[in-house]
């Protein structure tokens, strides 16, 4: 008897033990998704993105010649419109990936993956991760032209003006539909009036008459 109380007594120290565990897990899940992050990011201002994309596709090319060169530099352009946009300043990849996790989860892997690019990388890995940084450059880019209207603007700048379709006319001698027909006449011509054949007769026998005395 004295051991199955034991017994029972282990088993309600284990399940004790257990729900603390489950009650710690959930308050500590629900307390990391209650937290609130200390910034609110904003879209590029319209006044930061002039020159940006003509520096993206600089920076492109000069991976040709300097490829570790041009890693840096990229990353340098997207810390600099990151921070423009209020995020704060890191030191890490890691933890600038963890902030932009919070609003975009795109960016956020881009910048981890391209963040851990080693000394000894090759040619290709360096290429990944320009890659990485470039495309999240652009995006940016991209998303603040669109809030700020411009790609709708340089749209209608450059298409050409709709061409309205000829309105073509009924042709000659065909009545278009639901007009009634109309009846045609003959057309006479305005001739002078004949005078009676007798009466120019008699006007000339008076005028041939001689006078009398």
Known sequence: MGVTMQSTTLWLIVAIVVVAII???VIGFMSRRGRRVGFEPRALAVEDLEGREDRIDEIERM???QPR???????????EMLSRMGYPVRLTAVERSRDLAHFNRGYAD???TAGELRDDASTE???RALKGYLDTAREIVGEAKGRAGLDRTARQD???????PAVEGPAPGVRPAGQPAVEERPV??????VE???AVEDRRAGEERPATG
Request: no cysteine; proline share 10%.
């Open 23 to 25: 009650v710690l897990a």
């Open 63 to 65: 991976f040709v010649h």
């Open 69 to 79: 060169e041009a890693v840096a530099a990229a990353r340098l352009q997207v810390d």
């Open 110 to 112: 881009r910048y981890r």
């Open 125 to 127: 890995e360096m290429r």
């Open 158 to 164: 450059t298409e050409p003006p709709a061409v309205r």
């Open 188 to 193: 006479t011509e305005d001739r002078p009036a």
């Open 196 to 198: 009676d054949r007798p």
